[in-house]
């Protein structure tokens, strides 16, 4: 009698083993799929290249994935700033003056953080034309009529006594687009950045010079979100801000050129010999990618005086909230 009561009692401690342990590997099951589930960002672009270069690093080196994000880059017209607005991308990388044209207009959209701290282009032209001072009449192929490269290419003129009304304005947004013009002698010069800029240099046009030193302290580019869903997916946001600054300092750093000219050809599909000179123009000469994504004060009022220049604000200028959400890059901190 003993024993059988000694079997049963094995019987049911032996089951009870086995349903803790079916518990445990539920939990660690769940557990498991909830580390897992990522949040899919679906961001708009105007064409892949080093503007987006901090995104693939954090994507090559596996700091999206730690941090759940499943970004999906995708290009879009006009970078994809109307269709963050209309809430079928929520994301999108454009020039700033895109971003608060949309917002001023009332549009769902806030930009939440600045990579380009200034100008990547430089304006190159037919060989026939040796100075900025002839382009005067020519025909000039830049963005758009109201985004950043006007912005841009305004003061440059400028320093050669141009004004706009000098020259003529032809628009395409992706830098591919205006050297092939350029290339094909359908416009007299370009405004153009990497690798463009080096496909000018090897073509043999004429180097007119950079515009950074005419548009110190403008911005270049910035990601913007729709405010619904940035609301929705802060977490997402904070960790996307901290992935951007790590990957800054990683690009910073000399020793990790290699590796980051070889995430660029893998990623934007970008000439290995492009690649390595963009990151030595753009990263090593220029340090063009700010360090935190933040907007200070004093850029603001940069940023104002652009939007200013192509007619999209006027004086007294509305606030930096009106177009800026800080409130992600800060949280990083």
């Not at 929520?90 to 700033?96: E, F, L, P, R, V």
Request: charged letters at 20%; glycine letters at 10%.
């Amino acid at each position: 009698m003993s024993r059988i009561r000694h079997e049963h009692l094995r019987d049911f401690r032996y089951r009870g083993v086995r349903l803790a342990t079916f518990a445990c590997l539920a939990v660690v099951s769940f557990g498991t799929a909830t580390v897992q589930a990522q949040t899919k960002i679906t961001a708009g672009m105007v064409a892949h290249g080093p503007p987006q270069w901090p995104q693939y690093v954090a994507e090559e080196l596996g700091w999206f994935k730690a941090d759940n994000i499943d970004l999906q880059l995708v290009t879009a017209g006009g970078g994809g700033v109307a269709q963050v607005a209309a809430g079928s991308l929520d994301m999108a990388h454009s020039g700033y003056p895109d971003f608060a044209r949309a917002a001023l207009h009332g549009a769902p959209v806030r930009i939440v953080l600045s990579d380009f701290v200034g100008s990547p282009y430089g304006v190159f032209a037919k060989k026939t034309i040796k100075t900025t001072a002839d382009l005067k009449g020519k025909l000039i192929s830049i963005g758009g009529p109201n985004d950043i490269t006007l912005i841009y290419i305004k003061p440059f003129l400028a320093s050669a006594g141009l004004k706009l009304g000098d020259v003529d304005l032809v628009y395409a947004k992706a830098a591919g687009d205006r050297f092939a013009a350029l290339a094909a002698g359908a416009v007299d010069a370009a405004i153009l950045n990497p690798p463009t800029y080096f496909d000018a240099i090897a073509a043999g046009l004429t180097n007119l010079g950079d515009t950074k030193p005419y548009a110190e302290g403008i911005p270049f580019t910035v990601w913007g979100a729709n405010t619904a869903w940035a609301a929705a997916h802060r977490d997402t946001l904070v960790a996307f801000a901290r992935d951007y600054q790590k990957a800054v300092a990683w690009l910073y750093d000399p020793a990790h050129k290699q590796q980051a000219v070889d995430i660029l050809v893998k990623r934007a599909h970008q000439k290995p010999d492009d690649s390595a000179k963009a990151y030595d123009y753009l990263i090593a000469k220029l340090k063009l990618f700010g360090s935190n994504g933040d907007v200070p004060d004093t850029v603001y009022a940069k940023m104002a005086e652009g939007l200013s220049e192509i007619g999209t604000i006027k004086a007294p200028f509305p606030p930096k909230s009106a177009i800026f959400d800080g409130s992600f890059v800060q949280a990083v901190h």
